[in-house]
Nanobody, 123 residues
């Protein structure tokens, strides 16, 4: 059984901060690239940040300098520290785990999603 559980969302004023957590179980966490996606109402789901199994990091241009992704393999957890939040950051944020071998993902194995956590940035 694979489970990804996000936490840490909530309501925050513009300029505020939140830290999202995603706790994974049922996978060998260190073998997975981890991602944070977000989806606002009426919008496509977009990739916000990624950290590979080797801890290589990429961010969407819209969050560079404000968000920080990190992982703790000992705790099977990936984090997203969000600073300087803007109203346009409002979305449901989803954690994704992708097995490092694309051939396995192509077989329908090794691509998992959390249930999402709501982040609302509003004054």
């Amino acid at each position: 059984q694979v489970q990804l559980v996000e936490s840490g969302g909530g309501l925050v004023q513009p300029g505020g901060s939140l830290r999202l957590s995603c706790a994974a179980s049922g996978i060998r966490f260190s073998s997975y690239d981890m991602h944070w996606y977000r989806q606002a109402p009426g919008s496509q789901r977009e990739l916000v940040a990624a950290i590979t199994s080797g801890s290589q990091i990429n961010y969407a241009d819209s969050v560079k300098g404000r968000f920080t992704i990190s992982r703790d393999n000992a705790k099977n957890t990936v984090y997203l520290q969000m600073n300087g939040l803007k109203p346009e950051d409002t979305a449901v944020y989803y954690c994704n785990a992708a097995f490092v071998l694309a051939s396995m993902r192509e077989k329908g194995v090794g691509d998992y999603w959390g249930q999402g956590t709501q982040v609302t940035v509003s004054s």
